[in-house]
């Protein structure tokens, strides 16, 4: 992962994190955010980020979707774990699958991570299982590399990224 930027490599490398990540589904599309990685590098994935000490999985969703996306969300069940171990990053996330009952596209917008000091998220969307098939595989979180967006809400159990 040498094309990481030293600012990501230095924030989130070479350390275990616990992250919680939130499905949410609107009209049949997936909500999903841009992060830049490195120089013209970069991964669209869903909300989420590392928990914090004496935080639960509903607390740190709730608060990495006001902070990247500005959307208060509720939190639905558990969906699965996903483990990537691509040194320097390891992280162990936690899936889960939220709602926006009061979603509107007028309180969605491009948040930050307060982690870094450079603005890593650029974009947010909702992609269609189309239009996230059409996306470089590089640009995509490991596990839309897997498996179909449509089958995301109905996957159980752990699943390993690993070089």
């Not at 120089?39 to 909300?47: A, F, H, I, M, V």
């Not at 040194?87 to 009952?101: K, M, N, T």
């Not at 947010?124 to 809400?153: G, N, T, V």
């Amino acid at each position: 992962m040498s094309e990481l930027s030293q600012e990501v490599v230095d924030t989130f490398g070479n350390r275990l994190r616990v992250r919680c990540c939130g499905l949410l589904f609107q009209e049949n599309k997936l909500l999903l955010i841009r992060h830049r990685m490195g120089k013209e590098r970069y991964l669209w994935t869903p909300p989420g980020g590392g928990m914090l000490f004496g935080e639960t999985a509903e607390e740190c969703l709730k608060r990495e979707f006001k902070e990247e996306c500005g959307l208060e969300v509720d939190f639905c069940r558990f969906l699965f774990v996903h483990e990537l171990l691509l040194p320097p990053l390891h992280g162990v996330e936690l899936f889960f699958e939220v709602s926006a009952p009061r979603y509107s596209t007028e309180n969605l917008k491009v948040g930050y991570d307060p982690e870094v000091k450079s603005p890593l998220i650029d974009r947010l969307a909702f992609f269609d299982h189309e239009a996230l098939s059409r996306l470089p595989s590089q640009e995509k979180h490991p596990l839309f590399r897997r498996f179909p967006m449509q089958k995301l809400i109905d996957l159980q159990g752990y699943f390993l990224t690993s070089s």
